[in-house]
């Protein structure tokens, strides 16, 4: 009776362990919950630029994720706009919106951005391209392609600084569950 028992725990915890295993690897490659977390590789993620071209998102230090239909990415875009325009700003930024290059750089333009933007037109859910554009306006910085720190989008200036060198390591600003902020 007790070794029935004792079997049936231990398969029953090696279930457990393959369920959590595979959820794991799953939060590797979409962020957790559908989201990008910190300590998450963004490096291969690729984003559309205006030419044609694509761009890895390891080619950034810091990405803006932004909709311009979205009244939140409205009401931070001058202040995106005022710190964009600080000469002590770090290199390396990229601006992604879904759908349309011609909207997002229409948006950019309006609001003193001078940033390379990119987009996302198709993505399927469940995808590292998904996870990028769930929250909006959105910031990540980036160390060699990895999530350092991120964001609401009101918090730019507070993600910045995970990119200063003085700081010596990067440090999360954020919980690495946050919350969903929909427009």
Same mark, same amino acid.
């Given at each position: ?56 998102? +390891?080619?950034?230090?810091? *990405?803006?994720?932004?909709?311009? %239909?979205? /009244?939140?990415?409205?009401?931070? @875009?001058?202040? $995106? ?9 770090? +290199?390396?930024?990229?601006? *992604?919106?879904?759908?349309?290059? %011609?909207? /997002?750089?229409?948006?950019?333009? @309006?609001?003193? $951005? ?70």
């Amino acid at each position: 009776m007790i070794a029935a028992r004792s079997t049936r725990t231990a398969a029953a915890l090696a279930a457990l362990a393959a369920v959590q295993f595979s959820l794991l690897a799953d939060r590797l490659e979409t962020g957790s919950a559908g989201h990008v977390a910190v300590g998450d590789d963004l490096a291969g993620v690729r984003v559309g630029g205006g030419d044609g071209r694509d761009r890895l998102l +390891g080619e950034f230090q810091l *990405v803006l994720v932004f909709d311009p %239909e979205c /009244a939140h990415s409205r009401q931070v @875009a001058p202040e $995106w706009g005022k710190l964009l325009q600080d000469p002590a700003r770090p +290199g390396g930024i990229v601006a *992604v919106a879904p759908g349309s290059h %011609e909207a /997002a750089a229409l948006h950019a333009e @309006a609001h003193g $951005w001078q940033v390379t933007v990119a987009t996302v037109d198709r993505y399927r859910p469940g995808s590292r391209d998904h996870a990028l554009l769930s929250r909006t306006p959105w910031v990540f910085a980036l160390q060699d392609g990895r999530v350092v720190a991120q964001g609401h989008g009101d918090e730019l200036a507070e993600v910045v600084t995970a990119l200063s060198p003085a700081r010596g390591t990067p440090r999360a600003v954020r919980p690495q569950l946050a919350t969903v902020h929909l427009p």
